[in-house]
T-cell receptor, first 117, second 116 residues
Framework: GDSVTQTEGPVTVSESESLIINCTYS????????LFWYVRYPGEGLQLLLK?????QKGSSRGFEATYNKETTSFHLQKASVQESDSAVYYC??????????????FGIGTLLSVKP | GALVYQYPRRTICKSGTSMRMECQAV??????VAWYRQSPQKTFELIAL?????????EQNFTQEKFPISHPNLSFSSMTVLNAYLEDRGLYLC????????????FGEGSRLIVV
């Protein structure tokens, strides 16, 4: 079936350290998979961090990057130097591209990131 | 920009009673709305997809009888949790999308349901 597996948290890193949160997916019934990273900061709603709709492409936002790798079915989230304000829960998600089924996102379990000052 | 507001943010209801939550899209036309639930210790799970002028499509394990949804126009949707019990507690998210192809899903902050 369709599923998303990501790094189980909590993940704790120190400020200015590098970060990688792993995400792999299985898209057996989705013809045109799109991949997303959503973030939920404390006390706020779920926000789109970045998305990539084409295999081989890289998305970036707020210093975060993720590359859509179809060969390894991965979409790992990376940042070279984290800040305390990056502390949040990060969700990797898989969706379809076309039609009303594009509303159906399959989420990973979420990774709680804590950045220590 | 595109924003989605949900109301109420948090509700405590007695077991067996019902809770209605609302979702308002601002700055765009919400042709499609998806309702998700995040139960304790779990990830977000799709309840149903609603597209204006089309039938609402419920996922397995969720029914219209339990989670009736209204999507009367391009800016508003509501969902009710009928006869709420402990297993219904969690964070309910509304995600709205404009158009029908590859656009981003914008989420509200969620309505948290606590059942006592």
């Amino acid at each position: 079936g369709d599923s998303v597996t990501q790094t189980e948290g909590p993940v704790t890193v120190s400020e200015s350290e590098s970060l990688i949160i792993n995400c792999t997916y299985s898209a057996t019934s989705i013809a045109y998979p799109n991949l997303f990273w959503y973030v939920r900061y404390p006390g706020e709603g779920l926000q789109l961090l970045l998305k990539v709709i084409t295999a081989g492409q890289k998305g970036s936002s707020r210093g975060f990057e993720a590359t859509y790798n179809k060969e390894t079915t991965s979409f790992h989230l990376q940042k070279a130097s984290v800040q305390e304000s990056d502390s949040a829960v990060y969700y990797c998600a898989l969706g379809d591209h076309y039609g009303s089924s594009g509303n159906k996102l399959i989420f990973g379990i979420g990774t709680l990131l804590s950045v220590k000052p | 920009g595109a924003l989605v507001y949900q109301y109420p943010r948090r509700t405590i209801c007695k077991s067996g009673t019902s809770m209605r939550m609302e979702c308002q899209a601002v700055g765009f036309q919400a042709t499609s709305v998806a309702w998700y639930r995040q139960s304790p210790q779990k990830t977000f799970e799709l309840i149903a997809l609603s597209t204006v002028n089309s039938a609402i499509k419920y996922e397995q394990n969720f029914t219209q009888e339990k989670f009736p949804i209204s999507h009367p126009n391009l800016s508003f949707s509501s969902m009710t949790v009928l006869n709420a019990y402990l297993e219904d507690r969690g964070l309910y998210l509304c995600g709205a999308r404009e158009g029908n192809s590859g656009n981003t899903l914008y989420f509200g902050e969620g309505s948290r349901l606590i059942v006592v």
